[in-house]
DNA sequence: CAACATTATTGTCCAGACAACACTATCTTT
DNA sequence: AAAGATAGTGTTGTCTGGACAATAATGTTG
């Protein structure tokens, strides 16, 4: 077995990355972890948390070190969503990455840049500007998949506090699909799911009529789609 | 920047694959076509049609030469679908293979077997045995993609022939998705999507009232597309 | 404290989609 | 010509989605 690996030496002179797409929500808008690089190449540019995998480390494990190192987030749920890997992508040879995508509450974590990052800040998904390597790439991809994704599966809960209000669920849809939905319609929609509890508190402090709070029954999607139960939004028309 | 790459040649001892999970349909059976391995490791065992990407290829290239390569199938259309990196699952070294998988109709190709490949068959998805590497759980996550992607997408006539019957479009969701459809909805849902042209002739031969033959009509989805139209399906309820 | 500004909350009606369901038609085989 | 096999078809009831506007609760302002 050594003698026949003896030939295949040649295949073994590339790399591998992993890339973390991390998604926030925050003011209305659809956010995306990023950090400045402090490392050779692309410098200073603002790049997604990702860097090189061990030798010995899985591909999923190595996504979480990186983002641990880089941004201080931790026990975030990755899931891989595409690879990346044209011969010129990467100045110091071929590089492959491993992309994955995640949603987190933005109030759930303090950054804490680290390792290549000088710097780390969410940044308006709407207003990205120039990144290191094919990163913008690699976003539109992941955005993509986050679009079809939140249509099927209930994880636009885990881009809210634990406890928000119908008002901000909407709010979130309408912010990853670049729609405008019709409020009745939508309330009738979540709450008929019975995914929701209700908490029995409202807002505080606000100019106008509070709204009533709600948590994500995780345990409760878990029962009914157990049942056959399938989450569904529709996307209704464009803005 | 060469000085700079010095401290990373660590990380260039990798090597990456790519394997193709080509499904068909025959004889009212999902299938998956594999190869017969001639090469360590796994030698003789049956196998995802994959080898080594070379240097200087991109992805998506490799996978279709590699395809050709290996079982003479040319021009198919691939998509990635995950992929693959255990520390462990190749015995030469880190080794990350990038999974695609495709639709075809068995038909349309004949297949040759060759360069790592002593024999290439189509197998039925259902009845598969033990693969070499991870291969099983490649299947695994491609199949679970297909069954996804059938429901939105109009891919499930990949795998017919050009003049296929509704009988018969029925009979490859059922397949796929393991469910029993209702014939008359079925019918009624397809046509109404306006994708299907009637060919104006039927079955010939067959020992009983012979079918009408349909084809697809691929520029007929690419404008409703544009205007807004969804394909989609139901899956129904479980056998 | 009264008016105002602001957002929350709620129900009805109509149309289109989906699920359930059974009989007749056409061809080959014997 | 009878039997066997699959193709083809229509109605009805129920559910779901979409359109649509008036009232309620709070903080702010004058």
Redesign the pocket.
Known sequence: MVQAKKSFDGFFKSAFTVDNVIFGFDDGKLKVLLIKRNEEPFNDFWALPGYFVQQHEDLDAAAQRVLRETTGLENVYLEQVHSFGSPGRHDFGRVITVAYYSLVKVADFELHAASIAEEVAWHDVEEISTLAFDHEEIIRVALNSLKRRIRTQPVGFKLLPPAF???DLQHLYEAVWEVDL????F???IL?MNLLRDLGR???????????LYSFEENRYRELEEEGFNF?L?E??RK
Do not use: D
């Not at 019709?182 to 319609?185: L, S």
């Not at 409202?202 to 009533?212: F, K, L």
């Open positions: 209000t119908l008002t019709e409020k009745r319609n309330r009738k929609k008929s409202s807002q505080t402090g606000v100019a106008h009529r509070p709204a009533r569904e529709k209704g028309k």
